[in-house]
């Protein structure tokens, strides 16, 4: 079965040729100009993975994206020519799954697509009810006691993973960070707030009950019950 990429991209000569190679590459491609237009996609052709500039005209793909988080678990590839760390921190504390900037080679989006997909597809079959939590790495999901699945993005991902090595005890900040936010402390914990808060948000909304992820004041967050790490 062919996976369904819906293109957002106001470029026309790089929407065109993008969506002809990935079209060549056996995926089911449609393509729009516009959030509006997107919008109306994901009603009419439910797309397994959106393909998602930032530079739109109207409403900006960052505002699609944190819309595309809220409401359902789809795969969300950035591709954009903005570069800036700001821009990188926003998009990954929305939630989106890769962040990527032009150029960019074809084949590399091409492979990153089937590897989302591969992730997305294997979430079908999550455990039944468990004692505790699970985080499953080899999933990128989060399992609630209740067995509630929730798919993670990278961001979140990596703060789960680093909070659940050691449940009960306080993880600093500074190892929460990713490593490119070190160079800017502040801003960079502002941004891992802004993660957690959201994460919160998601787990309530999605898996129906309050994530045990605390801030512990002058130290950093802990994950304050067990969870068990799954490797299939």
Request: charge should be neutral; include cysteine; charged fraction near 25%.
């Amino acid at each position: 079965m062919s996976i369904r990429v819906l293109l957002v991209e106001d470029d026309i000569d790089f929407r065109v040729g993008l969506e002809s190679f990935l079209t060549n590459s056996g995926h089911a491609v449609r393509a729009v100009a516009s959030v509006p237009e997107l919008a109306r996609e994901l009603e009419a052709h439910p797309p397994h993975i959106v393909v998602l500039d930032l530079n739109l005209p109207g409403p900006d793909g960052f505002s699609a994206a944190f819309t595309m988080r809220e409401r359902a678990s789809i795969g969300i590839v950035v591709l954009t020519g903005r570069t800036g760390r700001e821009d990188r921190f926003r998009g990954l504390s929305i939630g989106v799954d890769h962040y990527l900037t032009k150029p960019l080679d074809p084949a590399e989006l091409d492979l990153i697509i089937r590897n989302l997909h591969r992730r997305l597809q294997g979430e079908g079959t999550g455990p039944a009810r468990r004692d505790g939590w699970a985080l499953n790495s080899a999933q990128w999901a989060l399992v609630s006691p209740a067995g509630a699945r929730l798919r993670l993005s990278s961001a979140e991902y990596l703060l789960i993973a680093r909070l659940a090595a050691r449940p009960g005890k306080p993880v600093p900040r500074s190892e929460l960070l990713h490593d490119n936010e070190h160079r800017d402390p502040a801003n960079g914990g502002r941004s891992l707030d802004v993660l957690v808060f959201r994460l919160r948000k998601r787990v309530e909304s999605e898996c129906g009950c309050k994530l045990p992820v605390f801030s512990v004041r002058g130290v950093g967050y802990v994950f304050d019950e067990g969870i068990e790490i799954l490797t299939d």
